[in-house]
């Protein structure tokens, strides 16, 4: 099945420092959606995206969803220990098509 | 605030079981989704369901099936467990045609030794 490029795959950062990833996909999607995921836990919806160009936060979180359709990005500010987890990016075709995930950027904070 | 219920955290089966998983939603939702997620390969979809009585194939439906009997409870079916149907499962919501984000369960890590 497809699956969305999404990079990096993991990334190590201080503190109080910004964070940044995205999703790429060869082709059109008409929502974009980035979840969180603790260890042992469910992912959870941290900003959905239903327009191309559609620039949404979510307090330190913000997501953009490109205007080709094709990508998406997320941008955590000021990161604190409790950002640490998995982020995923998925997009949906529309109306009742599953989600296609990508594969997940592990993010370690470094108090 | 919508939940997913997965009837359980923890699962270890034998080889050679059937084993149930058991997922219910509480907010009406059409659709409902099974995934496995496995280190270094993501979520993959198993099986997802439109209405009652109603299921699709995902990417890797091999020895699983599903049954909706109910809008509010879709239950994946490990026909016979397998050793490498060791994974985490987890089960998702939507609600249809306009806000079409899911909504997961807090999963179920199934050990098959």
């Known amino acids: 099945g497809q699956q969305l490029n999404q990079s990096p795959q993991s990334m190590f950062i201080q503190e109080g420092e910004d964070v940044s990833m995205n999703c790429t996909s060869s082709s059109i999607f008409n929502t974009w959606l980035w979840y969180k995921q603790d260890p042992g836990e469910g992912p959870v919806l941290l900003i959905a995206?239903?327009?191309?160009?559609e620039l949404t936060s979510n307090g330190r979180l913000t997501a953009q969803f490109g205007i080709t359709r094709k990508d998406s990005f997320l941008n955590i500010s000021a990161s604190i220990p409790s950002d640490v987890g998995i982020y995923f990016c998925?997009?949906?075709?529309?109306?009742?098509?599953?989600?296609?995930f990508g594969k997940g950027t592990r993010l370690s904070v470094i108090a | 605030d919508v939940k997913v219920t997965q009837s359980s955290r923890y699962l270890v089966k034998r080889t050679g079981e059937k084993v149930f998983l058991e997922c219910v939603q509480d907010?009406?939702?059409?659709?409902m989704f099974w995934y496995r997620q496995d280190p270094g390969l993501g979520l993959r979809l198993i099986y997802f369901?439109?209405?009652?009585?109603?299921?699709e194939k995902g990417d890797i439906p091999e020895g699983y099936s599903v049954s909706r009997e109910k809008k509010e409870r879709f239950s994946l079916i490990l026909e016979s467990a397998s050793t490498n149907q060791t994974s985490m499962y987890l089960c998702?919501?939507?609600?249809?045609?306009?806000?079409?984000?899911?909504?997961f369960g807090q999963g179920t890590r199934l050990t098959v030794v």
């Open positions: 998702a919501s939507s609600g249809g045609q306009k806000r079409t984000e899911a909504f």
């Open positions: 907010m009406d939702h059409e659709n």
């Open positions: 369901s439109y209405d009652v009585k109603m299921k």
């Open positions: 998925a997009g949906q075709f529309g109306g009742n098509t599953p989600l296609v």
């Open positions: 995206l239903y327009k191309a160009g």
